[in-house]
């Protein structure tokens, strides 16, 4: 990794953050003089790379720069790239063959029976991704607790290697039983294989995710072999691109945990990066937060087809282990992310019974919401904000889309209204409060649920359509203030700009606390601890700059959930336990005084700090802003219908200040203020608003 | 009463509703400290207004839809006016309670907006054990309720917010698992207290009160399930399952489910079942209505709510002293699964009938043990063998889950990994593997239940209470095939075989125990079936290459592992034909 401390002069040291969406790829550059620049570009789905090579053209262009000279000048280049989650979403990942011990072949096809909505039960489950014939059994058992009852049989796995071979198996995944007490059956066998198939990616589930219970340890290691050589060639491939295109610092990727890592340190973990876009947030908000001057924030990023919520609480993001994509159960370190099916796009529908109901289908990127023209027929989201007023006939997002409010009224009056017996407009402020209800009850389920109370949050705006929501859902919430960056649309590759380098490790752990010697405590987390300190050293930080983090897994005993409990060496027992007890009376309102508490698991994290992001400072304005016009507008459920001064972003600089109600045009996004609520522009060019409503005392 | 509330505003609430139902079981979750909670979601949370209608059971197990009305009612009766702030009720019993049986404990929270009771948010929960002739709350030889443990009428646990210590240490003592018990209690009243304080919030927001929304919620689901009705052939279908013994000796006893579908209106009639048993599978009154509310819900599908309103259009007739409908002092434990299954089960094979698009073929019939045993420290630990659960049957759009949990949960319960079994109990599990032929054939087929082989490494009590051992009970419909039955085989340390009976307590040392899991039927012709499939399934080693040329008309090369298509045709046309 290029070296955090080679920004240079203001012609070096660009940082670009490129995040690749759906529809359009978003890229980010941010000089070292602290101007921000962004650029949007058509995705390619087919080949995503070439979105990212045009935004680099756009961008150099822009710089007035050849793009050979552009990409030398820049010192990290981060990516988050989706092509994992798509590669399992579209089932384009590689041909798996899976070992297993003898008379377990079946977990990954049983899946323990989860199904999400048990009520749902017309449903298949997603494909396997290994069908059952490459699902190879051999013999050799560890017992509960790791010793071995039975050597591994290697003729059972030259047999499975046969097979493998027979059957053209692109890539291989271990999982055998109480493997993760002990790796040595599933690395035996990995050497076997990689001397047999040297090229082939394999993936042991007692590395990839050292968990109890076979079956989301052994899901994890077939996802990672199924999407890794796909996502690790396409990383490979871009990053040879942009090398020859003139960049001399290596490609970094955001991971599930938030961090930047290198394409040789994730190669073998490519289940890493299935969250790798959204969980950029933890960067934008890392970076706003001293803009805003407050660290406990929420931000609900909304695009066309999903809203994700991330909180931080004085400056800290919960992490989880625990993902679901595409149907599929993955166990790897990640920041948590409460994500739900509510966009711009969503489509409102009115069951046969007469009871209005948002989502969670969508009409996605084509054909869209019906007022785009594209061929669209069902109400959406959007259709709702042009019937209220939000969005005019015309040209938006540099003229890609063409608004016509006629074809969402028609559509909101066919679908709804008619059937509901009200008017297209009740029809379309009904949309709209269900889709705030939802977006509440989003970020409720992250705050609330844990113990937060919401009013003590900064509501901060991400993505096209999040500007247009935020204010009525922080009203809703009780929050004091939202916070929407002038390019909320590139929410995710600006926080990749503001990433740290991130390393997470766990082992499994078994004792009853006050019961387990310290000293056991103590060694498990020093040797996780060398581990990931030794990925940081390799992406060029020094021992000493390494932020370390030990957290130990603990329940009450009987308890099937934990609470990971940050711990500090040396380990003492009372003071774990009065950590505990804190946490669970947050969560759950009750504590067991005296109750035996169980250590599960033992975690360790590294963070090499990034040199923060300038914090642009536009020039001061004391003047007053125009409004470009004045327009009738649906403003929300108390104030109603209200004539709403419009300004154009472009208009408006540092110093503004303005009370609501009031509407603002941004090249990517639309912000919609309340009636009373105060809008100041900040030092870095975002808007800051203090709700008019919400106690502020 | 017509409600007035506008459509907007019922959609929002719904919402809400249905989002607090669901946050009292994140809750209980959480917190509770039995398995049956945490992992196998054996409970449900639900709100009911003040009358004891359903109003919404977004959280929880099928088997216990709409039930919970039963047991505010009860509470109802007993207090009358007495009923205030502060308060907390908690009770059990079938036969003057609500209850659906014993193991099922409530807890219900009043909610008052200013004086005025306007609902109860609930928690109804399977608990670890209860007292009663067998560890485990499941005692198959049970004659009477006395034998299944204790009986709490409602009762108030909590009175003035002062918790009823005499009341919970007489508890404690009636249970085998005080210290699962504590804090699951806990955690039941922990849940319905977040309900309501949820509901007070949302009640706040609106105009009003809750009441007339209520009224609306209900109203939404009637319209849904009588527009559903409107659309079905009127007339009379029927299903009749069975029981091969009474836990004691083997006999048929028959239960006969009769739909009358008129207009937008249904009778569901249980004329013609049997009388009431000796054994503890007699079917409460509350869980006669669940099995057949959940049974005409999952039919149609998870758009339909399943509060109060749904279930105003659906009559049902359970003559006194038959089997679903019991006279005390009858035991009845069982009955949320058997014979909840077979309720289901002839609900929807008559309902397949009067809509035949919609099929859903039968779900193999658990045939595993309890098993229990006494740790280093003198506890009794309870396992559930659910890595020995059955497959699923087919419908219209999907083959049977393979190995799925039960069909009064949907499927819902989560089948534990071995691995967490071997850490936390004292059994090795050697295997936990796909059956060949399990499945019923057909154009969708059958789930195909598992092999399931585990080694109990101390002495055990194996508390059976088997159904799918006698005969195939994944029934196919529409031309699919029924599900293998199941096959068990246990033995002591010497290998020597132990006789398992259908019903009863089996006491042993270590010892090993074989089941291979019942599968699940199939929906629709078996020749109609793509021929891929087939030969997916043969590669998979779960149809064999007779079965796929008997059954499904599809010839498999044996050495080339490919379909042999000239003979494939000629079988199928030959099929076609007759």
Known sequence: MANRREVGDSTEGLRIGVDVGGTFTDMVVASPNGSIDVFKVPSTPSKPDDAVMAAVEKAAEEFGMRQDAFLRSVSHFIHGTTIATNTALEGKGARVGLIVTDGFRDFLEIRRGIRENPWDHHAPFAPVLVPRYLRLPVKGRLDAQGSELQPLSVEDVAEAVRTFREEDVESFAICLMNAFLDGTHEREIAAELESEFPENYVTLSSKAAPILGEYERGSTAVMNSYVGPRTINYLRALETRLAQAGLASPLLLVQNNGGITSVEEVADRAVNLMLSGPAAAIGSLNHFAESIGKNSLISMEIGGTSCDVMLMNEGHVNYTDRLQIAGYDIVSPSVEVHTIGAGGGTIARVDEAGLLLLGPEGAGARPGPACYGFGGEHPTVTDAHAVLGRFVSGPYADGAITIDASRAHDAIDAHIASRLGVSVEEAAIGILRLMDQQLVLAVQKLSTERGNDPKLFDLVAGGGAGPLHVVNVARNLGCQRVYVPRISGAFCALGMLGSNCRHDNMRFFRGILGEVSPDDLVDGLLDLRMEVIDKLLREGFKEDEAIVQFTMDLRYVGQQWDIPVPVDLPIEHDRVRSTFETMHEKLFGHVQTRGAIEVKALRSSATGLMEKLMQPRGAQTAATPEPGETRRIWVDQKSGWMDVACYSGATLASGHAFEGPALIEEQTTTLLVGDGDHVTVDNAGNYLIMMADNDNA | ?578
């Open chain 2, 1 to 578: 009463m017509r409600s007035q509330i506008d459509p907007i505003t019922l959609a929002i609430i719904q919402n809400r509703l249905d989002f607090i139902a669901r946050q009292m079981g994140w809750v209980m979750i959480r917190t509770s400290r039995s398995p049956i909670f945490n992992q196998s979601h054996d409970f449900s949370c639900f709100i009911a207004d003040a009358e004891g209608h359903l109003i919404s059971q977004a959280d929880g197990i099928p088997i216990h839809t709409g039930g919970g009305g039963f047991a505010v009612e009860a509470i109802l009766d007993y207090f009358g006016d007495d009923i205030h702030k502060g308060d907390v009720f908690l009770l059990n019993d079938p036969y003057v309670a609500g209850g659906n049986h014993l193991p099922d404990w409530v807890v219900a929270w009043p909610v008052f907006e200013g004086d005025t009771l306007i609902a109860f948010t609930c928690n109804r929960a399977h608990q670890s054990d209860i007292g009663g002739g067998a560890a485990g709350t499941y005692n198959p030889e049970a004659t009477e309720i006395f034998h299944e443990g204790i009986r709490i009428p409602p009762v108030k646990l909590v009175r003035d917010g002062e918790m009823d210590d005499d009341l919970f240490r007489l508890l404690m003592l009636n249970t085998r698992t005080p210290h699962l018990l504590e804090g699951d209690l806990l955690a039941m009243i922990g849940s319905a207290r977040i309900g309501a304080e949820e509901l007070l919030k949302l009640s706040a927001s609106q105009e009003g009160g809750l009441r007339s929304a209520f009224e609306g919620v209900m109203d939404h689901a009637e319209r849904k399930m009588k527009h559903l009705l409107q659309n079905l052939d009127d007339g009379e279908y029927s299903y009749e399952e069975s029981f091969d013994n009474d836990c004691f000796e083997t006999r048929k006893i028959r239960i006969c489910v009769t739909l009358k579908k008129s207009k937008d209106r249904l009778t569901v009639d249980f004329a013609g079942t049997d009388p009431q048993i000796k054994g503890f599978k007699n079917s409460s009154l509350a869980n006669t209505y669940s099995a057949v509310y959940a049974g005409i819900v999952s039919f149609f599908g998870k758009e339909l709510p399943r509060n109060s309103g749904t279930f105003r259009a659906i009559e049902i007739s359970a003559p006194k002293g038959s089997l679903v409908n019991p006279n005390p002092p009858a035991p009845v434990t069982m009955c949320t699964v058997f014979p909840a299954h077979e309720i289901m089960h002839c609900i929807w094979f008559a309902l397949t009938e009067a809509s035949p698009e919609r099929a859903l073929a039968g779900w193999g019939k658990n045939s595993f043990p309890v098993t229990s045993g006494r740790d280093r420290e003198n506890r009794t630990w309870v396992m559930y063998n659910w890595s020995a659960c059955s497959g699923a049957g087919a419908t219209r759009t999907r083959d049977g889950f393979e190995q799925i949990g039960p069909i009064v949960t949907l499927g819902g319960l989560t089948i534990p990994n071995a691995e967490t079994f071997e850490q936390i109990y004292p059994v090795r599990i050697h295997k936990q593997e796909l059956r060949c032929d399990g499945g019923g054939s057909g154009e969708h087929r059958g789930g195909s239940g598992v092999d399931y082989d585990v080694e109990f490494l101390t002495d055990v009590e194996m508390s059976f209470r088997s159904e799918g051992a006698d005969r195939p009970t994944g029934v196919g419909v529409c031309g699919g095939g029924d599900g293998k039955m199941a096959t068990m085989d246990l033995r002591n340390a010497n290998g020597e075989a132990v006789a398992v009976p259908d019903y009863g307590n089996v006491t042993l040392g270590p010892n090993r125990m074989r089941i291979s899991s019942p599968g699940g039927g199939g929906v629709g012709n078996p020749a109609m079936r793509d021929a891929e499939l087939v030969l997916r399934d043969v590669r998979d080693g779960l149809v064999s290459i007779e079965a796929a040329r008997e059954d499904y008309r599809v010839v498999v090369n044996s050495a080339s592992e490919q379909i042999d298509w000239p003979s494939t045709r000629s079988l199928r046309n030959n099929a076609d034909s007759r």
